[in-house]
Structures are given as C-alpha cells and as structure tokens.
C-alpha cells in the first residue's frame, strides 16, 4: 500500500483543552486527540503537523493539519474521522496534498480574531468565546495605536517566549478594530505570529484605550525588543484562529476526487 500526504482543515472549541500541542501524561489536547482518532482510522501511529500552536483555551475556525499515512479513499477516512473525534473538534474537510506538503513550514499568511464583550451587561452564552471587558474605551485612540503596528517589524516585545532564538520579524499586513454593538473585535493577518502575539498586542492597545498609554509608543516598544515594556497578555478565551493561506505551489487547487467536505 503506498502512502500520502494530507491535508486536513479542523476547527475546534479550546475551552476545555490545554492547547494544541501533543502534551506527556494528558489526553487534553487538539492534536492529542486528533492523533487518537487518526492512528485508529490506519491502524498505525499518526504524527500530524499544525499550522500553528494554539494556547489553552484558543479557538480555531480554520486550523490546518498535515500527515503522512496509507493511501485511502478520503470518503473512507473523513466520516469516520468525524465519527471518532469529540464534540468539539470538528473535521471540516480532508485532501490529498503534495508530497512535500507542510501545514506549518508552507503557511504564508495566518488570519487570528480576538473578540471582546465591552460592557457591564453579562455574556452567558459567549463567555468561552469572548472576553468581557466592561471599562469603556477610547476606541479613536486603539486605533492610532493599532497603525503603527502595520509593516514588517522586529515584534520580539510582543512575544511571551524568553528564550526565543529564531528571527522574531514580521509583516502585519491587517489590524483592523471593528464594533458591533457591546462587541469590540480585532481582526489581525500576518506572515506569521510569534508566541502570544496577538494577546499582548490585544493587551497593549487595551491601555491605550484606558488612557495608561499613549498612541505614539508602538514605535518605541517594536524598538526596545523587550517582553516587560509591552501591554499584559489578554485572556485566551477571545482568540480564534481564522484562516491559513498557502500558495499555490506549495498547496495547488485540489482536484474533485482529491477532496472531500
């Protein structure tokens, strides 16, 4: 039986699991989970790859897997994958992809929402989605703050993990605020994001918009390349990964009968 590489669109509810990655004496993970059900569906180990390593308690709408396993037919594989997997992550759909395929090492551009309950009011049903934040704010001011951030930068201030050794620069090619009614949302796309990213950007344009900072001081903060100088981590349950892009040389329009949803 020869072998494949696939690609695999999962979305899931992180609220009750302690991230993405694989983790040693814990089956409470995404990609634990996913493995489970994987290495049942080919009766043998599966290793999958994300596109990204989401935290504790993150969602993801549109996170993408890859693995290597036996040549079967996709309708074979998704239903049962369905079938297997738990209540709160879901197979969205499943292709044959190149062979040097690479949910994460391909991945040009990743697209994170972190939305925010701004009021006094409660938010039963939307607590493990979003974050409430009942202070008012100077949304004029988050969004001068917000323009600096556009651009290829150093975001090493913006990033949780200390020993961190790789290039820390990145392109940001979108931060956008958008409010709907008491919901204050921040659209963010990158090239890539580092550990945490997008939280403590979240965090920092929070007290600018408490008036605890000036707009002016994004620029300083990219430059000092230091974690203590930038805003507190926001809380995970408002973040959500959207999308990932690739291009079409790592990842070509799939065929019919490579693909199913």
């Not at 072998?3 to 899931?12: D, E």
């Not at 599966?46 to 989401?54: K, L, N």
């Not at 202070?135 to 917000?146: S, W």
């Not at 392109?171 to 949302?185: D, Q």
Request: hydrophobic content about 35%; proline content about 6%.
């Amino acid at each position: 039986m020869g072998r494949r590489t696939y690609c695999l669109i999962l979305q899931y509810d992180g609220s009750r699991y302690k991230g993405w990655q694989r983790l040693p004496g814990t089956a409470q993970t995404v990609q634990g989970r996913v493995e489970a059900a994987l290495s049942e569906i080919f009766a043998e180990p599966v290793e999958i790859h994300g596109s990204g390593r989401t935290d504790a308690g993150v969602h993801a709408l549109g996170q993408t897997v890859s693995f290597t396993a036996p040549e079967l037919p996709l309708n074979k594989i998704l239903p049962r994958l369905r079938h297997l997997l738990p209540r709160d992550i879901g197979a969205v759909s499943l292709r044959y992809a190149p062979e040097r395929f690479h949910a994460r090492l391909c991945a040009v551009e990743k697209t994170y929402v972190y939305r925010l309950w701004n009021s006094e009011k409660p938010d039963v049903f939307g607590r493990h989605y979003r974050t409430r934040f009942p202070r008012p704010l100077d949304e004029e001011k988050m969004r001068q703050a917000a323009s600096h951030f556009f651009g290829t930068h150093d975001f090493l201030a913006f990033c949780s993990n200390k020993q961190f050794k790789k290039s820390s620069v990145r392109t940001l090619r979108r931060l956008e605020l958008i409010r709907e009614g008491e919901e204050l949302r921040f659209e963010l796309t990158a090239d890539g994001f580092l550990y945490n990213m997008v939280r403590i950007i979240v965090g920092t344009l929070l007290e600018v918009g408490l008036g605890q900072r000036e707009p002016e001081c994004i620029p300083e903060l990219l430059c000092s390349r230091q974690r203590s100088l930038a805003g507190e981590t926001a809380a995970p349950e408002g973040l959500c990964l959207l999308e990932v892009r690739y291009d079409e040389k790592s990842l070509p329009p799939a065929k019919v009968c490579d693909m199913i949803g």
